[in-house]
């Protein structure tokens, strides 16, 4: 269903190995638009308006989450 808000998590542009939970809207299946806004001095690898794909993602600390991944 579209318009379904889901939280992915983005890298950080200038802090390797650093991510940032944010909203992203459903377009149709895996595929969704990465909402806004960017904290301040933060650049995120898929700025706000960007379509990403969502993929499963073991973390470091062992725990599955869900990245923003390009299309």
Do not use: H
């Not at 939280?7 to 200038?14: A, D, I, R, S």
């Not at 992203?24 to 895996?30: G, K």
């Not at 806004?37 to 990403?52: L, S």
Request: overall charge neutral; aromatic content about 6%; hydrophobic content about 40%.
């Amino acid at each position: 269903m579209a318009d379904t808000i889901v939280t992915l998590l983005v890298p950080l542009v200038n802090e390797p190995g650093e991510w940032r939970p944010v909203k992203a809207m459903r377009q149709r299946e895996d595929i969704y638009v990465i909402l806004g806004p960017v904290g301040p001095d933060e650049e995120w690898k898929f700025p706000p308006g960007t379509m990403v794909r969502r993929k499963a993602k073991i973390m470091s600390n062992g725990k599955e989450e869900m990245i923003a991944t390009p299309l």
